[in-house]
């Protein structure tokens, strides 16, 4: 019966301003920063970022830190 559980609380990504940190982390490894960001899937345990930049197309997805 542990999945009929509410959830506790909004997962990180659903958070205001939490995309900011993940992004300039992705700009650091991209080695530019991106000029399109979708996110082209979202779940309860982790969504997915399209970034779009001048060196290409690159995905980040994003696991939440706990999931019981």
Do not use: H, I, N
């Amino acid at each position: 019966m542990r999945w009929r559980r509410p959830a506790r609380g909004r997962p990180e990504w659903a958070k205001p301003g939490w995309r900011d940190r993940p992004l300039r982390w992705a700009a650091r490894r991209m080695g530019v920063p991106a000029t399109r960001v979708e996110q082209p899937r979202a779940w309860e345990s982790s969504c997915v970022y399209r970034l779009r930049s001048r060196r290409g197309v690159f995905y980040l997805k994003a696991v939440a830190a706990r999931c019981d």
